[in-house]
Structures are given as structure tokens and as C-alpha cells.
T-cell receptor
């Protein structure tokens, strides 16, 4: 079945540095991918919708200059956390949608970001 | 606005006991409905989904869910819980044409 690969699974960085997270659809083309953020013991919060070849659509309250999303190909979307701070520490999950009616939703395994 | 409600934050059951996790949705039409499971530090794994047809849906790991239109519910059930089922469970709805909305999750604790 379709698989979404997310990398890295865990990253620790210093405050002020930037971190890039990759999300790849391995055996299907994903024109649309989603980026979620999850705080401990909480649900997934949609950050943005990433569309191939166009600008991402950000949810209200999400800083687009802080969380840069690039969807340059049909199989790859990246999320870059710029100038990371400790409050950016979180679990980030990507997902990709497929199917004729966009009814198939596949998730990456997530990235645990820890900013020191 | 569309929403998903999981009224139980925590559920504790004994191993071997039956389980039901509740999910209610608010949506104008019959949505696409999903149940996902998440182990600590992991991504989400799809347990089952409902689009149309038979309202009783069978999933992986012995889980099933029943769509009840009159109650706007999609509760997840398992007749006999195993210790390995301890995890976080999320109900989700596709809102609009494709954007998924998640409930806040229910944490399942399994006692031996």
C-alpha cells in the first residue's frame, strides 16, 4: 500500500538554528500534503496544506515565515522551522492524500523536534 | 463548522474486557470517517474508515466501528482488549473536500 516517509524521526537542535523535515510519498503522487503539529497528550493541529507547485495554505495563527513549506514535486514536501526556539519543540507529522475522491489519507511516522 | 468530539480523555479497561471509544461528529452531510491509533512517539496508523455502504466497518487488529447517522456517531469497539492496544486513539473526519479534522484523542490504558 501507499507509504509516506518522514525524515528525520528525531532531531535536537540549538536555539536559533533552522531545521528541515522531509515528507515523501513513496509509491504515489501526492498533489496535496498536510503538516500537523502535536503537543504531548493533545490532538493533531493542522498547520498548513501544502500544494505541489503553489504556495502553502496556512491555518490561522501559524506563522508562514516561521514554518516554511515547500512542495516542489509530486512526491516531496518539506517543512523548515526557521530560527527555532524551545517553544517550537513538538511532534510534527505530515500526511498525504490520495484516491479518486481524496479519501485516502496516509501519515508519516512523525518528527520529534527538541530545541535546546 | 465541522467538528469531531471524543468525549472521553482516558479510558481504562482490563485486559480481555470489551472496549468502546466514542466519537461524535458535527457535519451537514455524511462525512468520511476514520479511526487512527498512535503509539507514543509514533505516527498514526489507520484502523478503519467509513465512506458509505455497510454501517458496520471492520478494521485491523480486531477493531470495528459502527456509523449511526441518527446519532452522528462513529464509535470504535473491540470485543477483547490486549495489553498492546494501549495507545492514543483519534477519530477523524474529512471536512470540506479533503481536509481532515481530528478529535482530541482518547488515551486507552489497559490493566493486566
Amino acid at each position: 500500500g501507499a507509504v509516506v516517509s518522514q525524515h528525520p524521526s528525531r532531531v535536537i537542535c540549538k536555539s536559533g538554528t533552522s531545521v528541515k523535515i522531509e515528507c515523501r510519498s513513496l509509491d504515489f503522487q501526492a498533489t496535496t500534503m498536510f503538516w500537523y503539529r502535536q503537543f504531548p497528550k493533545q490532538s493533531l493541529m493542522l498547520m498548513a496544506t501544502s500544494n505541489e507547485g503553489s504556495k502553502a495554505t496556512y491555518e490561522q495563527g501559524v506563522e508562514k515565515d516561521k514554518f516554511l513549506i515547500n512542495h516542489a514535486s509530486l512526491t516531496l514536501s518539506t517543512l523548515t522551522v526557521t530560527s527555532a526556539h524551545p517553544e517550537d519543540s513538538s511532534f510534527y507529522i505530515c500526511s498525504a492524500i490520495a484516491g479518486q475522491k481524496n479519501e485516502k489519507l496516509f501519515f508519516g511516522s512523525g518528527t520529534q523536534l527538541s530545541v535546546l | 463548522a465541522q467538528s469531531v468530539t471524543q468525549p472521553d480523555i482516558h479510558i481504562t479497561v482490563s485486559e480481555g474486557a470489551s472496549l468502546e471509544l466514542r466519537c461524535n461528529y458535527s457535519y451537514g452531510a455524511t462525512p468520511y470517517l476514520f479511526w487512527y491509533v498512535q503509539s507514543p512517539g509514533q505516527g498514526l496508523q489507520l484502523l478503519l474508515k467509513y465512506f458509505s455502504g455497510d454501517t458496520l466497518v471492520q478494521g485491523i487488529k480486531g477493531f470495528e466501528a459502527e456509523f449511526k447517522r441518527s446519532q452522528s456517531s462513529f464509535n470504535l469497539r473491540k470485543p477483547s482488549v490486549h495489553w498492546s492496544d494501549a495507545a492514543e486513539y483519534f477519530c477523524a473526519v474529512l471536512r470540506g473536500s479533503y481536509i481532515p479534522t481530528f478529535g482530541r484523542g482518547t488515551s486507552l490504558i489497559v490493566h493486566p
